[in-house]
């Protein structure tokens, strides 16, 4: 009977498990895959104004992008702390840029500017990809309010995908923590 117990909560945490990774987002290149060009507008950075490809400006450097499809508080906090480090990595020529992916790129034009100016982001564009679903070639889940990807040498280090509501506090602590992956 022992044996018999000890199977069945080995088969419900196989199930629980599988269930859980089922659950898991997957938004974005995989870690491994060479990140492709794509072009921005540049709203709050030193392009500001200009369509460009900031993929291909940074070229090798380690690279964090982040993917938002919303502007909540905690993508201002998560985009304040990669500006941050940012700052504090320039002699490893850290970059890092925000693509705002949205339908209305009127519309949102002035939240962006606006989370610019009040969070003091000084070393990160924030950009806008007009189309929800960003560039294909990303393979961006509808699913995902927020995208995370991490590269060096064009080679993506960290992916993480967050649906809506789900980037909190912890996780942007833990996105901070990660940026070591490109920067060693």
């Keep these: 009977m022992k044996k018999f117990y000890t199977s069945a909560v080995v088969c419900l945490m196989a199930i629980a498990g599988a269930a859980l990774a089922a659950e898991e987002l997957k938004s974005g290149l995989p870690v491994g895959e060479q990140v492709p060009a794509f072009n921005v507008r540049d709203i709050t950075g030193p392009s500001k104004g200009k369509t460009l490809c900031y993929r291909c400006q940074y070229g090798a450097r380690p690279v964090v992008t982040v993917f938002t499809r919303d502007l909540t508080d905690n993508v201002k906090d998560l985009v304040q702390k990669i500006d941050t480090q940012v700052g504090e990595n320039k002699d490893k020529k850290m970059a890092a840029f925000v693509v705002v992916l949205t339908e209305d790129p009127d519309a949102i034009e002035p939240k962006i500017e606006a989370l610019a100016k009040q969070a003091k982001i000084a070393n990160t564009p924030l950009t806008i990809v007009e189309g929800a679903s960003g560039p294909s070639e990303y393979k961006l889940s509808k699913d995902a309010e927020v995208t995370v990807m991490m590269w060096v040498d064009s080679e993506v280090k960290v992916n993480q ?9 912890k996780a942007v602590a833990s996105l901070v923590s990660e940026t070591k992956k490109i920067l060693e």
Excluded at 161 to 169: H, M, P, R, S
């Design 161 to 169: 995908a967050f649906a809506k509501g789900k980037l909190d506090k």
